[in-house]
């Protein structure tokens, strides 16, 4: 079992050399393995923040509080310890990467977390029946990492790197923007077959309720003002949906 929490957790987004703007104002959240946590809140509320911080982005910088898994604080740890360590962040808008394909990309990152290289053939069947179950093309492979893809084949890629590096936390954020409901479907499938597999706690950052028709949450935590503001369980999104964010907004103003 693996348990990870955030405690007092502040941190700043750096604007310009000499400015920032403190965006989390104190998070405490604690994620257990096996357990997902949908985190719902307005734009500006402070959620891809979160989800940066925990990944180590550089523009991101946390000012008080600690990340621990299984009690070891990550905080200090560069962007690729955290990995290894067991974290994992997909991102609302996946970059291209011209001129590296997906496959020697994925072969690299799996290498890097595992700590050794898996032999190319068995990393080759792994890789094409990741794909086949994410309904990803063969030929994606040796494509350039996103490039030309559409918003949905760069979530399924995010989800087929999930099921490859097989983390122990994994931060989805807004992984259900931009999708299609056959879309949604199978990028749901791809975090719930994770979870069962790899015993894994998910934070999942979402505006809607949609995709946790198809991703189950245990708990569902409202994000306002840089903090949680209410927390519960499922039946707390669709409070959400029908009532909106305003009465949380107004309490922390």
Same mark, same amino acid.
Request: proline share 3%.
């Given at each position: 079992?693996?348990?990870?929490?955030?405690?007092?957790?502040?941190?700043?987004?750096?604007?310009?050399?000499?400015?920032?703007?403190?965006?989390?104002?104190?998070?405490?959240?604690?994620?257990?393995?096996?357990?997902?946590?949908? #985190?719902? @809140?307005? %734009?500006?509320?402070?959620? /891809?923040?979160?989800?940066? +911080?925990? &990944? $180590?982005?550089?523009?991101?910088?946390?000012?008080?509080?600690?990340?621990? #898994?299984? @009690?070891? %604080?990550?905080?200090?740890? /560069?962007?690729?310890?955290? +990995?290894? &360590? $067991?974290?994992?962040?997909?991102?609302?808008?996946?970059?291209?990467?011209?001129?590296?394909?997906?496959?020697?990309?994925?072969? /690299?990152?799996?290498?890097?977390?595992?700590?050794?290289?898996?032999?190319?053939?068995?990393?080759?069947?792994?890789?094409?029946?990741?794909?086949?179950?994410?309904?990803?093309? /063969?030929?994606?492979?040796?494509?350039?990492?996103?490039?030309?893809?559409?918003?949905?084949?760069?979530?399924?890629?995010?989800?087929?790197?999930?099921?490859?590096?097989?983390?122990?936390?994994?931060?989805?954020?807004?992984t259900d923007s931009g999708l299609d409901v056959d879309a949604l479907k199978v990028v749901s499938e791809g975090i719930n077959r994770a979870k069962e597999t790899h015993e894994m706690g998910t934070m999942l950052?979402?505006?809607?309720?949609?995709?946790?028709?198809?991703?189950?949450?245990?708990?569902?935590?409202?994000?306002?003002?840089?903090?949680?503001?209410?927390?519960?369980?499922?039946?707390?999104?669709?409070?959400?949906?029908?009532?909106g964010y305003e009465r949380f907004v107004k309490a922390g103003a």
């Amino acid at each position: 079992m693996t348990k990870f929490e955030i405690r007092g957790l502040r941190a700043d987004v750096l604007i310009g050399e000499d400015e920032r703007q403190e965006i989390l104002t104190g998070v405490d959240l604690t994620v257990n393995s096996n357990e997902t946590h949908a #985190i719902m @809140g307005p %734009n500006g509320s402070g959620k /891809s923040t979160l989800a940066y +911080a925990i &990944a $180590g982005h550089p523009r991101y910088e946390i000012t008080e509080g600690e990340v621990l #898994i299984d @009690g070891e %604080n990550i905080v200090e740890m /560069s962007v690729d310890e955290r +990995a290894r &360590a $067991g974290v994992f962040l997909a991102m609302q808008y996946p970059v291209e990467v011209p001129g590296v394909s997906m496959s020697n990309f994925l072969r /690299s990152s799996v290498t890097a977390v595992r700590g050794e290289a898996p032999k190319l053939r068995q990393f080759s069947k792994e890789l094409q029946g990741a794909m086949k179950n994410l309904s990803i093309d /063969s030929g994606f492979a040796a494509r350039g990492v996103n490039e030309g893809f559409s918003g949905g084949e760069k979530k399924r890629h995010e989800i087929l790197q999930l099921e490859l590096l097989k983390p122990r936390i994994a931060v989805l954020d807004e992984t259900d923007s931009g999708l299609d409901v056959d879309a949604l479907k199978v990028v749901s499938e791809g975090i719930n077959r994770a979870k069962e597999t790899h015993e894994m706690g998910t934070m999942l950052i979402t505006h809607y309720t949609r995709i946790l028709n198809y991703v189950k949450p245990d708990y569902v935590h409202v994000f306002a003002n840089g903090r949680i503001a209410e927390s519960g369980g499922p039946d707390l999104a669709d409070t959400l949906e029908s009532e909106g964010y305003e009465r949380f907004v107004k309490a922390g103003a």
